[in-house]
């Protein structure tokens, strides 16, 4: 007799397919992760973001995406950091992005059907709308984040456990990019 396989049920909720609003909540810095497919190794970062729509118990529903530590013209990251921010990166900013500054900031994921599962196609900045008061726009109705800080899935925990040490050739990570000087009230449309 063969090994056979059967449905277990599980309680797994599918995260909806669509455009939906969401708000940065951590970004987990993974370390170096084995190259896939015979790939080299690379640094690898985990953004989690929390989504509009409420899953059957009421909660904000939670993705992630994973990307290679770059901000580079071809990298993903960098990809949807400038749509996000609706601007591309500074000679400066290319020397050392923090990526601390995405977190609590809100989008628009672009959420697609990938067989079984749901991939962030994109990400867009939040919708805007005017504020009476100032006269800016400011982000539509966000909520507040209830996904703690200090969460961490299960699968980040995993990739934590088997990172790899640099490879030889590769530079040390480089400190991140300190925020504005103190006293710098510079205010413009970019979130972040």
Same mark, same amino acid.
């Given at each position: 007799?063969?090994?056979?396989?059967?449905?277990?049920?599980?309680?797994?909720?599918?995260?909806?397919?669509?455009?939906?609003?969401?708000?940065?909540?951590?970004?987990?810095?993974?370390?170096? =992760?084995?190259?896939?497919?015979?790939?080299? @190794? *690379?640094?690898?970062?985990?953004?989690?973001?929390?989504?509009?729509?409420?899953?059957?118990?009421?909660?904000?529903?939670?993705?992630?995406?994973?990307?290679?530590?770059?901000?580079?013209?071809?990298?993903?990251?960098?990809?949807?950091?400038?749509?996000?921010?609706?601007?591309?990166?500074?000679?400066?900013?290319?020397?050392?992005?923090?990526?601390?500054?995405?977190?609590?900031? @809100?989008?628009?994921?672009?959420?697609? =059907?990938?067989?079984?599962?749901?991939?962030?196609?994109?990400?867009?900045?939040?919708?805007?709308?005017?504020?009476?008061?100032?006269?800016?726009?400011?982000?539509?109705?966000?909520?507040?984040?209830?996904?703690?800080?200090?969460?961490? @899935?299960?699968?980040?925990?995993?990739?934590?456990?088997? =990172?790899?040490?640099?490879?030889?050739?590769?530079?040390?990570?480089?400190?991140?990019?300190?925020?504005? *000087?103190?006293?710098?009230?510079?205010?413009?449309?970019?979130?972040?």
């Amino acid at each position: 007799m063969g090994i056979m396989a059967s449905d277990n049920g599980g309680d797994f909720e599918p995260v909806p397919a669509g455009m939906h609003r969401a708000t940065c909540v951590n970004v987990f810095d993974v370390g170096y =992760q084995p190259g896939y497919q015979g790939a080299p @190794p *690379a640094h690898k970062v985990v953004v989690l973001w929390e989504i509009e729509p409420l899953n059957s118990q009421h909660k904000h529903f939670t993705v992630t995406r994973i990307y290679t530590l770059s901000i580079g013209d071809k990298s993903n990251l960098g990809n949807d950091l400038t749509t996000w921010r609706g601007r591309p990166f500074t000679a400066e900013e290319r020397r050392g992005f923090d990526l601390d500054n995405i977190i609590g900031k @809100p989008c628009q994921l672009n959420l697609v =059907q990938n067989g079984d599962k749901v991939k962030i196609a994109g990400v867009m900045p939040a919708t805007m709308i005017p504020d009476a008061t100032t006269r800016k726009n400011v982000p539509a109705g966000y909520w507040t984040i209830e996904t703690k800080r200090d969460y961490i @899935p299960n699968f980040v925990k995993k990739m934590l456990e088997s =990172q790899i040490a640099p490879p030889s050739k590769a530079k040390a990570p480089q400190p991140a990019a300190a925020g504005a *000087a103190p006293g710098d009230d510079f205010t413009d449309d970019i979130p972040f």
